[in-house]
């Protein structure tokens, strides 16, 4: 919104401190608000981002406000048939709710995982309900700087794509990886000799467990049909592998292999995600040119640096994002004997 519409003045709510302060230091939002109904009351549009049982709780209360005449409230959250019910209410009172999902984020959270280019080139899902087609435009316009390519659903539609392509594989993957923590407990490297396959397949098990608890409860009737029909597939390959039935094997994976190619190139619809680590670095002229210097010459190349916080007589907290956790950890091995405390990585 920020680089399309540089005069739109925007204003972030949070129940995080921190958040709110990195996102106003960033310039990311022009003031931060500690008071959601108060805000609200003066906006002209109000997104609603949190989990989806926080903007269910969000909807109801607006709907207890007096907003400007014209608002329009939207959403990002990722399942729609509880978030439209919650917006019944408002719509009764003559507010305009539009539905909104973009189709497109990472496993990680907070307001430092955010990028403009996000949702760059991803769908992004409307359903506008009672909305007048002039306020859809509205909207998409002051979205129009996140360039997505917009799709309207109805509610269901929607919980059944996204249930099926999003809610199931990150139960498949956190189930994954909880059943593997237990299989290899007695090794003793374990988890930790994993390669390409498993850290592709399971990447989305470190989602914000929150979120994910907000959205299976919302989502549940449809993705316990879901993971019923993929557990029959799991039976399905099971009972060919224990019959030693190559043929039934091979076209197992000859299916998802002809299915799966089509899909093209991983990130199609959205940039790849980006490796950060934060570490600690102390209020002293340098310091961050000692960063850059260390990792340029041990040929670490690094995607961006952020200054998180540096106060004067405190040691400041330096994001450095790379392109994969290969360089990432090593540049964190680095870092760490050079003296830097590392604080974090995600
Ligand atoms: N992560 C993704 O890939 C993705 C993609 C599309 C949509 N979504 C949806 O977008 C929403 C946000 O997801 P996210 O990944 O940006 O999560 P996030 O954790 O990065 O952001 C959510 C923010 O909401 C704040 N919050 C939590 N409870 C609050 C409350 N009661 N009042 C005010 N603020 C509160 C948190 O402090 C946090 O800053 C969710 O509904 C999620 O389902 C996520
Ligand atoms: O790429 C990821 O890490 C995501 O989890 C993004 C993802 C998904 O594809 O499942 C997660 C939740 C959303 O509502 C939309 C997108």
């Given at each position: 919104?920020?680089?399309?519409?540089?005069?739109?003045?925007?204003?972030?709510?949070?129940?995080?401190?921190?958040?709110?302060?990195?996102?106003?230091?960033?310039?990311?939002?022009?003031?931060?608000?500690?008071?959601?109904?108060?805000?609200?009351?003066?906006?002209?549009?109000?997104?609603?981002?949190?989990?989806?049982?926080?903007?269910?709780?969000?909807?109801?209360?607006?709907?207890?406000?007096?907003?400007?005449?014209?608002?329009?409230?939207?959403?990002?959250?990722?399942?729609?048939?509880?978030?439209?019910?919650?917006?019944?209410?408002?719509?009764?009172?003559?507010?305009?709710?539009?539905?909104?999902?973009?189709?497109?984020?990472?496993?990680?959270?907070?307001?430092?995982?955010?990028?403009?280019?996000?949702?760059?080139?991803?769908?992004?899902?409307?359903?506008?309900?009672?909305?007048?087609?002039?306020?859809?435009?509205?909207?998409?316009?002051?979205?129009?700087?996140?360039?997505?390519?917009?799709?309207?659903?109805?509610?269901?539609?929607?919980?059944?794509?996204?249930g099926?392509?999003s809610h199931v594989?990150h139960?498949?993957?956190?189930?994954?990886?909880?059943?593997?923590?237990?299989?290899?407990?007695?090794?003793?490297?374990?988890?930790?000799?994993?390669?390409?396959?498993?850290?592709?397949?399971?990447?989305?098990?470190?989602?914000?467990?929150?979120?994910?608890?907000?959205?299976?409860?919302?989502n549940?009737?449809?993705v316990?049909?879901?993971?019923?029909?993929?557990?029959?597939?799991?039976?399905?390959?099971?009972?060919?592998?224990?019959?030693?039935?190559?043929?039934?094997?091979?076209?197992?994976?000859?299916?998802?292999?002809?299915?799966?190619?089509?899909?093209?190139?991983?990130?199609?619809?959205?940039?790849?995600?980006?490796?950060?680590?934060?570490?600690?670095?102390?209020?002293?002229?340098?310091?961050?040119?000692?960063?850059?210097?260390?990792?340029?010459?041990?040929?670490?190349?690094?995607?961006?640096?952020?200054?998180?916080?540096?106060?004067?007589?405190?040691?400041?907290?330096?994001?450095?994002?790379?392109?994969?956790?290969?360089?990432?950890?090593?540049?964190?091995?680095?870092?760490?004997?050079?003296?830097?405390?590392?604080?974090?990585?995600?």
């Open positions: 919104i920020r680089a399309a519409h540089p005069a739109v003045y925007l204003v972030g709510c949070d129940v995080n401190a921190a958040s709110l302060n990195y996102a106003r230091q960033q310039t990311i939002v022009d003031e931060v608000s500690h008071d959601f109904s108060k805000s609200a009351r003066s906006a002209d549009v109000i997104i609603l981002a949190g989990p989806v049982s926080v903007i269910c709780a969000d909807l109801r209360q607006l709907a207890t406000l007096t907003l400007k005449l014209n608002v329009i409230v939207t959403d990002v959250g990722s399942t729609k048939r509880t978030v439209m019910a919650a917006s019944r209410e408002l719509g009764q009172r003559g507010v305009t709710f539009i539905g909104g999902h973009p189709m497109a984020g990472s496993h990680k959270s907070g307001v430092t995982a955010g990028r403009a280019d996000l949702f760059e080139n991803a769908f992004y899902f409307l359903v506008p309900g009672l909305a007048a087609a002039d306020a859809v435009a509205q909207l998409q316009t002051l979205l129009a700087g996140t360039r997505v390519k917009w799709l309207t659903v109805t509610p269901r539609q929607h919980d059944r794509i996204v099926q392509l594989p139960v498949v993957a956190a189930a994954l990886v909880n059943q593997t923590h237990t299989a290899l407990a007695d090794s003793p490297l374990g988890l930790r000799l994993a390669a390409g396959g498993f850290k592709s397949m399971t990447r989305i098990a470190s989602s914000d467990p929150t979120m994910w608890t907000a959205i299976l409860l919302a549940g009737q449809l316990t049909h879901q993971l019923q029909d993929y557990i029959d597939k799991l039976r399905e390959i099971q009972t060919a592998i224990s019959a030693g039935d190559a043929p039934a094997i091979k076209q197992f994976f000859t299916a998802a292999k002809v299915t799966r190619d089509h899909l093209g190139p991983e990130h199609l619809g959205s940039l790849p995600n980006f490796f950060d680590l934060f570490l600690n670095v102390p209020d002293r002229v340098g310091a961050i040119a000692d960063v850059t210097k260390r990792l340029a010459s041990a040929q670490l190349s690094l995607v961006n640096i952020h200054i998180l916080e540096i106060r004067e007589e405190v040691d400041g907290v330096l994001q450095v994002t790379f392109g994969n956790a290969d360089t990432r950890d090593s540049a964190a091995e680095l870092l760490r004997s050079a003296g830097y405390e590392i604080v974090r990585r995600n």
